[in-house]
């Protein structure tokens, strides 16, 4: 094939590779008649290599956002419900198709998503397919509608921690977008899960001991790398746990 040729195929293929940008709202008639979520934004800025996807679900009053970025035929990296989430995209014709895979309470969440754009661009249709753990495959279908770029409101500064989980002791001050994301590091590097230390539906208990214990060491990371490490933060859980409840008091010998 001639360099011409060549040049002439890649001009095409980018030519009919359609266009995501914007903010899309959910079609209301779209969402479930059960489901929490009242509603949902996307905004997607697409670039030449891929595409960065801002995701606000509003539920019961508050909103929950996650941003990842997909680049066909690459992995990337990004976040769900705090955890970190794997992402591989791929076009399929005109469809851009995601495969993703999470962690969430011990257990797998894998979901293949595919956004496809109406031919008179005002209708982004997101298909997920999704699986959690062995239970069954579940399948969401949802319109979202073009809005205009105003209707994306900026940022807002986030609350501090306190203000919206209760009882919290050690984690004042932090952001509370973090806190799912630094629960997910201490049970991925104790090798437990939430129910470790926290009681299922009450998550302000204090009821376990385990809870005040990781308090404590939560304490005793912050004054080791605030005396030794202040530049680094170079010690975790991770340093003395490696994935176990309980660390060794000495290597195997």
Not at 59 to 86: C, D, L, W
Not at 119 to 132: C, S, V
């Amino acid at each position: 094939m001639s360099r011409f040729m060549i040049l002439a195929f890649t001009m095409c293929a980018a030519a009919q590779t359609p266009d995501f940008s914007g903010v899309w709202e959910l079609r209301k008639s779209t969402i479930p008649a059960a489901g929490q979520i009242e509603n949902m934004k996307i905004k997607i800025e697409q670039q030449t290599d891929g595409f960065s996807m801002s995701i606000r679900a509003y539920q019961s009053g508050n909103m929950e956002q996650n941003v990842n970025r997909f680049i066909p035929g690459q992995e990337t990296k990004g976040e769900i419900h705090g955890a970190p989430m794997t992402n591989r995209a791929e076009w399929d014709q005109k469809t851009l198709v995601v495969h993703s895979s999470a962690t969430l309470g011990g257990k797998e969440l894998r979901m293949i998503s595919r956004l496809t754009l109406s031919e008179d661009g005002a209708t982004l249709t997101f298909a997920q397919r999704h699986q959690y753990g062995s239970d069954p495959e579940g399948e969401d279908v949802r319109a979202f509608e073009r809005r205009p770029a105003s209707s994306w409101e900026a940022d807002a500064p986030p609350k501090a921690a306190e203000e919206v989980y209760k009882n919290i002791q050690i984690l004042k001050g932090v952001p509370a977008p973090r806190v799912p994301t630094v629960m997910s590091n201490l049970a991925r590097w104790l090798g437990v899960d939430c129910a470790h230390c926290h009681v299922p539906g009450r998550f302000d208990s204090d009821e376990k001991a385990a809870k005040n214990t990781a308090r404590k060491m939560f304490q005793m990371v912050h004054t080791l790398n605030q005396s030794s490490f202040p530049q680094t933060n170079a010690v975790t859980c991770w340093t003395c746990h490696r994935g176990q409840a309980k660390p060794q008091n000495l290597p195997p010998q």
